[in-house]
T-cell receptor
């Protein structure tokens, strides 16, 4: 079985720009979650998608949005980037919500 | 806000020694999970313990859970240099989201 794949691995954007991060979930997993991890902190839950619908959202503004596709892959979009958005963005997939498989993350730097 | 809090924040041990880290949380949980992260990369799932379990083993890992004290501990026995990483506890309260602590950074000296 394949794991969770995220792209790109690193990204540099300018403040005010928009960014799209991608995630291919593990085969057979229909739930995808996104987390933001600032340097030196634990991951913070952004939102989760289940069968193409948003299933829960953390304390993030609406400029953070997402999509899940019929093949269960997912995108995270962030508009109007701010310096504080610089972080490692992690995607995780699961089937039953027990035991998540995380990708290696996308390191976003906003300058 | 973060549900779990790990203690200590950092730990340095000699190869072959045991490493113990603790996690406290605030609300009721369905299960508690421990993850490892190497050099700011992806998280690796280590072990999951359900709220009705008290202890679980996996290889050199031993996890305990005390729901009355809302705390958990992770013990790594006979540590190796490859165990150098950050370790996070994460609680699942049934809403399918994980709430992480800030982690414990473990350094294993050769």
């Amino acid at each position: 079985e394949t794991g969770v794949t995220q792209s790109p691995t690193h990204l540099i954007k300018t403040r005010g720009q928009q960014v799209t991060l991608r995630c291919s979930s593990q085969s057979g997993h229909n739930t995808v979650s996104w987390y933001q991890q600032a340097l030196g902190q634990g991951p913070q839950f952004i939102f989760q998608y289940y069968r193409e619908e948003e299933n829960g959202r953390g304390n993030f503004p609406p400029r953070f949005s997402g999509l899940q596709f019929p093949n269960y892959s997912s995108e995270l979009n962030v508009n109007a980037l701010e310096l504080d958005d610089s972080a490692l963005y992690l995607c995780a997939s699961s089937t039953t919500g027990l035991g998540y498989t995380f990708g290696s993350g996308t390191r976003l730097t906003v300058v | 806000s973060q549900q779990g809090e790990e203690d200590p924040q950092a730990l340095s041990i000699q190869e072959g020694e045991n490493a113990t880290m603790n996690c406290s949380y605030k609300t009721s949980i369905n299960n508690l999970q421990w993850y490892r992260q190497n050099s700011g990369r992806g998280l690796v799932h280590l072990i999951l313990i359900r709220s009705n379990e008290r202890e679980k083993h996996s290889g050199r890992l031993r996890v305990t859970l005390d729901t009355s004290k809302k705390s958990s501990s992770l013990l790594i026995t006979a540590s190796r240099a490859a165990d150098t990483a950050s370790y996070f506890c994460a609680t699942d309260d049934g809403d399918y989201k994980l709430s992480f602590g800030a982690g414990t950074t473990v350094t294993v000296r050769a």
